[in-house]
């Protein structure tokens, strides 16, 4: 908990030094921001400094298939309004990354987290968290995360008995599952478009039925918690059944949902809702998603979505017809090499957009385009898609890598 103390020891101080010297020498050979590869020699100098540099801050952990990223963001503008906030907002999310970015902010109040989902166990063991915020469990990277479910357990037995008070999605029955073990949960009612990986219970096994909004598992009676907060359109409501207007810049439903889990993690620590929301507003993009560029004298709004609950959130989203939509897809490592998840896409929801094809799997993402039956042009990069697309803003849809490859090219 937060204290005037010097946690560091002469060893930590050290690794910490011999990090941060390590992350400049990689920002200056060019080799991206050097969190990670400074956090790694950080730990390997000692091995506990993760839990030393968070000893002195109110941390929150934030875990989730999708939105984690933006989610940090807007609690740690949230949270900026009670105190000085350090998070990874770069989205280095392992324990390495984590550690980097808790090195660079020693007059900090609050830690605000984004944490990958097969690693938060690990780090709510050595960060003690205050809170921690459950947002989704979906399909990802099918060749190293198969089983949402062994997620889940994963994420069950890493928060049984925790002191953290967690915030999770109530309309998630995987997250629920997971949250159950906990002693303190404040459930938020934040929807759930992407149903296709909940739909045999989590505890038993048995077919989940899904009236409405509801959902409950006909056999051993598992079922969806009374939420305190509630996205209600554009409006969050809290415990008490008040409404708060959510004024965000960020484009979505999705969107407003993670200010609707955010604003009930800021309540974890006095920041009332409608300074929360106000603070929220601030956040335009967030590591380049969303943002709009000028590229060869067009608009692009470049969007990440990165597996099939991501992509349909994002189509949600888009432009209506006939607005241009470039599509690029990788299967690099920090992508996962399976691309089968492309067939569980809804690529109808394209149709009325001239769709063009670029990244290192575009004829897959061909194959799959054929088959729903939609017209789309393969490019061989995002000149070529920028010079073939009709007038008027372009939509940008990639994947990780492949939004990488498009910032560059962009200079974003």
């Known amino acids: 908990m937060a204290g005037n103390s010097d946690p560091l020891t002469p060893r930590a101080k050290l690794a910490v030094t011999a990090g941060k010297a390590v992350a400049a020498a990689s920002r200056a050979a060019g080799r991206?921001?050097?969190?990670?590869?400074?956090?790694?020699?950080?730990?390997?100098?000692?091995?506990?400094?993760?839990?030393?540099?968070?000893?002195?801050?109110?941390?929150?952990?934030?875990?989730?298939?999708?939105?984690?990223?933006?989610?940090?963001?807007?609690?740690?503008?949230?949270?900026?309004?009670?105190?000085?906030?350090?998070?990874?907002?770069?989205?280095?999310?392992?324990?390495?990354?984590?550690?980097?970015?808790?090195?660079?902010?020693?007059?900090?109040?609050?830690?605000?987290?984004?944490?990958?989902?097969?690693?938060?166990?690990?780090?709510?063991?050595?960060?003690?968290?205050?809170?921690?915020?459950?947002?989704?469990?979906?399909?990802?990277?099918?060749?190293?995360?198969?089983?949402?479910?062994?997620?889940?357990?994963?994420?069950?037995?890493?928060?049984?008995?925790?002191?953290?008070?967690?915030?999770?999605?109530?309309?998630?029955?995987?997250?629920?599952?997971?949250?159950?073990?906990?002693?303190?949960?404040?459930?938020?009612?934040?929807?759930?478009?992407?149903?296709?990986?909940?739909?045999?219970?989590?505890?038993?096994?048995?077919?989940?039925?899904?009236?409405?909004?509801?959902?409950?598992?006909?056999?051993?009676?598992?079922?969806?918690?009374?939420?305190?907060?509630?996205?209600?359109?554009?409006?969050?409501?809290?415990?008490h059944g008040s409404a708060w207007p959510i004024h965000l810049q960020l484009p979505g439903?999705?969107?407003?949902?993670?200010?609707?889990?955010?604003?009930?993690?800021?309540?974890?620590?006095?920041?009332?809702?409608?300074?929360?929301?106000?603070?929220?507003?601030?956040?335009?993009?967030?590591a380049g998603r969303y943002d709009v560029v000028q590229f060869m004298q067009r608009d692009l709004r470049l969007l990440l979505a990165k597996n099939p609950a991501g992509w349909l959130e994002t189509f949600s989203l888009i432009d209506p017809p006939p607005t241009p939509v470039i599509l690029s897809v990788n299967a690099r490592g920090a992508d996962g090499t399976d691309t089968s998840w492309l067939w569980d896409v809804d690529y109808t929801r394209l149709s009325g957009h001239p769709i063009f094809v670029v990244g290192d799997r575009k004829l897959d993402l061909a194959v799959r385009l054929e088959v729903a039956n939609q017209h789309f042009q393969v490019c061989d990069n995002l000149d070529q898609a920028v010079q073939l697309a009709p007038p008027g803003r372009i939509e940008v849809i990639a994947n990780y890598t492949a939004f990488q490859d498009l910032r560059r090219r962009v200079g974003n």
């Open 32 to 239: 991206g921001s050097g969190s990670v590869i400074g956090g790694r020699v950080a730990l390997k100098l000692d091995p506990d400094l993760l839990a030393r540099l968070a000893q002195n801050l109110d941390v929150t952990l934030v875990s989730a298939t999708n939105g984690k990223t933006t989610t940090t963001r807007l609690i740690a503008e949230a949270l900026g309004a009670a105190g000085e906030v350090v998070s990874n907002a770069l989205g280095a999310n392992m324990p390495a990354g984590i550690t980097s970015a808790l090195a660079g902010g020693s007059d900090a109040k609050f830690g605000v987290i984004e944490v990958d989902e097969k690693y938060l166990a690990g780090v709510a063991r050595d960060t003690d968290p205050k809170c921690i915020a459950l947002l989704n469990l979906s399909r990802d990277q099918l060749d190293r995360a198969a089983e949402t479910r062994m997620l889940a357990e994963n994420w069950r037995e890493g928060l049984a008995g925790s002191k953290a008070v967690v915030v999770a999605n109530a309309d998630d029955p995987l997250v629920v599952w997971a949250a159950s073990s906990s002693p303190n949960v404040i459930w938020v009612a934040a929807g759930q478009m992407w149903k296709d990986d909940a739909w045999s219970c989590p505890s038993c096994g048995g077919v989940m039925q899904r009236p409405g909004d509801d959902w409950f598992c006909g056999e051993c009676g598992f079922r969806r918690p009374t939420p305190s907060w509630a996205l209600s359109g554009d409006h969050v409501l809290d415990p």
């Open 253 to 286: 439903r999705a969107n407003k949902a993670n200010a609707a889990s955010s604003a009930a993690v800021a309540a974890v620590f006095g920041v009332p809702p409608q300074v929360a929301l106000e603070r929220m507003y601030r956040v335009q993009a967030v």
